[in-house]
């Protein structure tokens, strides 16, 4: 929590939900990042426009902003790149594991009361915290 700043966190989870309730209403789809990105991998090719689409705006939002503010850019990860590696595979098999993502469970999934997301949100959150936890443990990984 050294550089929590609530307004734009607060502005950064209202364009989250408000980016999964237009896809909800334009296309009758659930905002569920592993999903939409397995789908534009594999979907029918009707089916991926929509997902190539969310996905490039999920790559041009923040290089959008960056060039507005530069210092939103800067990202330090307190790790390797193979321990990064790892950890990313880690979340893949996760959200394949939980037929979903935080932002499938946790934002579109919980907003419609679905017992099973709060369930997976639970298991990411706790898992979450537990990793952080022995990772400090064993010396700051």
């Given at each position: 929590m050294e550089n929590f700043t609530p307004i734009s966190a607060a502005l950064g989870g209202a364009m989250i939900g408000l980016s999964a309730v237009w896809l909800?209403?334009?296309?009758?789809?659930?905002?569920?990042?592993?999903?939409?990105?397995?789908?534009?991998?594999?979907?029918?090719?009707?089916d991926k426009l929509w997902r190539w689409t969310f996905l490039l705006g999920l790559v041009l939002g923040p290089l959008l902003v960056g060039?507005?503010?530069?210092?939103?850019?800067?990202v330090n990860f307190p790790t390797t790149g193979p321990l990064l590696i790892v950890a990313a595979v880690l979340v893949g098999i996760g959200t394949q594991m939980g037929n979903g993502c935080t932002s499938g469970h946790g934002v579109c999934g919980n907003a419609r009361l679905s017992m099973r997301s709060l369930i997976a949100t639970l298991t990411f959150m706790t898992t979450g915290v537990l990793t952080v936890f022995i990772m400090r443990a064993l010396g700051g990984l």
């Open positions: 909800m209403a334009s296309a009758g789809r659930i905002a569920g990042i592993s999903g939409i990105l397995g789908g534009a991998l594999q979907a029918p090719k009707a060039l507005f503010k530069p210092s939103t850019l800067q």
